[in-house]
């Protein structure tokens, strides 16, 4: 079965600073991957995804991912934080290829300090 | 991007009271609608696919006559929330895929639902 796991329930960063955000996926052929994030009592906004083609997918906000095939992670970075974008992001998988049905992470939340 | 709308944003009722939520693509059509739940600081939980003029289809453990949902046109999903119990006080958002060409999903605001 497909599935994503987020290893961390936190990340916290300075302002200024880079960001991960960490996904690992566990998929039976090729990976559809997303991103989502999450603000207080909001519905989750798509931020990027990966279906094929370059590995380094840029996405909304100035976020971008890394789709790493042997080590089956899809990291969320950026290069430098904003107060503004702490929030809580999910990582998601494609249940399978015949279905649009996501299985999501457990979540991180991101806390960037001033 | 798409916007999917949620109404109401908020609802506090009674217990044993039904609470209908409606989910709506604002400018495109939504070919497949999905239902979650979302507890406090927890991932989202899917509870139901609905396609425009088609059974709902439920994962595995959520009752079909506890959430009734009707998927009536391309724009419109409502979930009804029957004989509310405060278990099922949660965060409930809907999600929508216009073509099947578009594979991301795109989200509602959420309704947090209270049942006093």
């Known amino acids: 079965a497909q599935s994503v796991a987020q290893p961390e329930d936190q990340v916290n960063v300075a302002e200024g600073n880079p960001l991960t955000v960490k996904c690992t996926y566990s998929v039976s052929g090729n990976p559809y991957l997303f991103w989502y994030v999450q603000y207080p009592n909001r519905g989750l906004q798509f931020l990027l995804k990966?279906?094929?083609?370059?590995?380094l997918v840029k996405g909304s906000y100035g976020f971008e991912a890394e789709f790493n095939k042997s080590q089956t992670s899809f990291h969320l970075k950026k290069p430098s934080a904003l107060v503004s974008d702490s929030a809580l992001y999910f990582c998601a998988v494609r249940a399978s290829y015949n279905t649009d049905k996501l299985i999501f992470g457990t979540g991180t939340r991101l806390q960037v300090f001033p | 991007g798409a916007v999917v709308s949620q109404h109401p944003s908020r609802v506090i009722c009674k217990s044993g009271t039904s609470v209908k939520i409606e989910c709506r693509s604002l400018?495109?059509?939504?070919?497949?609608m999905f239902w979650y739940r979302q507890f406090p600081k927890q991932s989202l939980m899917l509870m139901a696919t609905?396609?425009?003029?088609?059974?709902?289809?439920?994962e595995q453990g959520v009752e079909k006559d506890k959430f009734l949902i009707n998927h009536a046109s391309l724009t419109l999903s409502t979930l009804t929330v029957t004989s509310a119990h405060p278990e099922d006080s949660s965060f409930y958002i809907c999600?929508?895929?216009?073509?099947?060409?578009?594979?991301?999903?795109?989200f509602g605001p959420g309704t947090r639902l209270t049942v006093l």
């Open positions: 999600s929508a895929i216009g073509s099947p060409s578009e594979l991301e999903q795109f």
């Open positions: 609905s396609n425009e003029g088609s059974k709902a289809t439920y």
């Open positions: 400018d495109f059509q939504a070919t497949t």
């Open positions: 990966y279906i094929t083609g370059d590995n």
